[in-house]
């Protein structure tokens, strides 16, 4: 039996975190062991900005226990034509500061999409990418009557060690009159995007979902003074009941499946560039919570009409698993240091609790022998699971440190003409020619065209290279030292 629980975590919900804990696993069996992973999520209007130079305390780094998932959705990227053109054949300014940053940490980028201005990122520790799998994107446009796609939805789903996720990056209808309109935007992408997949094919058949973006509610009938000297004085909780998404979330059931941990920073937009300033321009525009995150966990079955009182986040699941899903928010925050946008930032991270549902690399790939830019090397595979593999699946030489799947230094198709059996071990040869010349620390990994993640990664290991040495490219190592 599954049961599912999310949790917002604060000082008065400690011992129903522990009785909701207990409850879980006495349902699901005792002594079911589980992990914890931490996923770290930033939503982020910036503006057309290019990027600051230093994204460190945005993705706060050093942070314990370490993260697992990064997950960062940005809105108004710089999107006119030619340069989003430009990006479509390169990488954007913002996808290449979160790689150079997180890439040196073992973070992987395990894929993206993108939309004029929207745009979805998603980074994985390099040791989870085997267990990430069956990733899917796709987009809905709801701006400019659908067509342009300066507003609407992008999203990423997989299976992430046998559990289905989404992850939906919105820019939703501006402007105070706007809120029913932001409802009908959220509900229709909810309803339409299809990614294409039999296990879950829309967006809330996932067993669990975070939408985030900037969703543009506003803090409805308060004037000017009254929200600012709210903020000034740190009395949040006054503006509260009149934010539009808390008081649409009373009223529209599908938003009631949804959580949101409470809004204890200062409201996001809009503020003069470079400051901490609200805005001071002719339009004064009034403080706003637009940016947001919140999640949903799967209900065993979507509430009726009659049901509407009934929350989602206390449901179970359809009883094919084994063990609960418990997500828990460490924190709801925003980042005040950064001026770029007239929106700052807003993270959130958890903790997602869960048992893998498997722990096995669908292929075990390894390099033989010593591998040089002297001579041939062989490498070796081997599927251990029977997936739905392709004569279109590679392998790639990739240093360690890499970005991305494409990051590789070079790669081999797998054995042409004949698909593998289960354990059936195959060896290839990789030209001299197309192993780095200067070596270093390198893996190997198994890239699936049908999953479009990398299903098998091997142990890191050195390439050498006598002819680096003699032609003085690098230093001769003689027992240890450099010569």
Request: aromatic residues 10%.
């Amino acid at each position: 039996m599954t049961c599912i629980e999310d949790l917002s975590s604060d000082d008065e919900a400690s011992e129903e975190v522990s009785r909701t804990l207990d409850e879980a696993f006495q349902l699901c069996g005792r002594f079911i062991p589980c992990d914890t992973f931490r996923l770290h999520m930033v939503t982020w209007n910036v503006a057309t900005a290019e990027p600051p130079e230093d994204v460190t305390s945005l993705l706060q780094l050093d942070v314990q226990p370490p993260t697992d998932l990064y997950v960062i959705g940005l809105q108004e990227v710089n999107a006119t034509p030619v340069r989003f053109i430009s990006d479509l054949i390169v990488e954007d300014s913002w996808s290449h500061v979160f790689m150079d940053t997180l890439a040196p940490r073992g973070f992987v980028k395990v894929t993206s999409v993108r939309m004029q201005g929207l745009l979805l990122l998603v980074f994985a520790k390099q040791v989870h990418l085997p267990y990430i799998r069956n990733i899917r994107t796709t987009y809905t446009r709801t701006g400019i009557y659908g067509y342009w796609g300066n507003k609407g939805g992008v999203s990423v789903r997989f299976s992430f060690y046998g559990h289905l996720v989404c992850f939906l990056n919105c820019h939703l209808a501006a402007h105070m009159n706007y809120a029913l309109q932001r409802v009908d935007e959220f509900e229709h992408i909810l309803e339409t995007q299809d990614f294409d997949i039999e296990d879950a094919p829309q967006i809330r058949d996932h067993k669990v979902v975070f939408c985030f973006g900037d969703l543009n509610f506003r803090i409805a009938d308060h004037g000017l003074h009254f929200l600012r000297s709210s903020i000034n004085s740190g009395r949040l909780n006054l503006l509260w009941d009149k934010d539009q998404l808390i008081m649409m979330r009373k009223k529209e059931p599908f938003l009631q499946e949804f959580e949101e941990g409470p809004l204890n920073f200062k409201p996001t937009y809009k503020f003069d560039r470079n400051s901490d300033t609200y805005d001071t321009s002719g339009k004064k525009r009034k403080p706003a919570w637009t940016d947001r995150i919140l999640w949903r966990i799967k209900p065993k079955s979507l509430p009726s009409e009659g049901d509407d009182d009934e929350k989602a986040s206390t449901s179970t699941d359809d009883g094919q698993d084994e063990c609960p899903i418990l997500v828990t928010q460490d924190k709801y925050t925003s980042d005040m240091s950064y001026g770029v946008s007239d929106h700052k930032p807003v993270i959130a991270t958890f903790s997602v609790e869960l048992k893998k549902g498997f722990d096995t690399a669908l292929v075990h790939v390894s390099p033989v022998g010593v591998w040089s830019a002297d001579q041939d090397a062989l490498l070796t595979y081997t599927v251990q699971e029977d997936f739905m593999s392709s004569t279109w699946d590679w392998i790639g030489l990739y240093k360690v440190g890499f970005k991305s799947a494409t990051d590789y230094e070079t790669f081999v198709w797998v054995r042409e003409g004949e698909l593998p059996e289960t354990n059936e071990v195959i060896q290839i040869s990789v030209d001299k020619d197309e192993i780095p010349l200067l070596g270093g620390q390198y893996v190997l990994g198994y890239y699936s065209t049908n999953m479009q993640s990398i299903i098998g990664l091997s142990s890191s290991f050195q390439v050498r290279s006598k002819r680096a040495v003699m032609e003085g490219l690098v230093p001769e190592d003689v027992n240890g030292l450099n010569k």
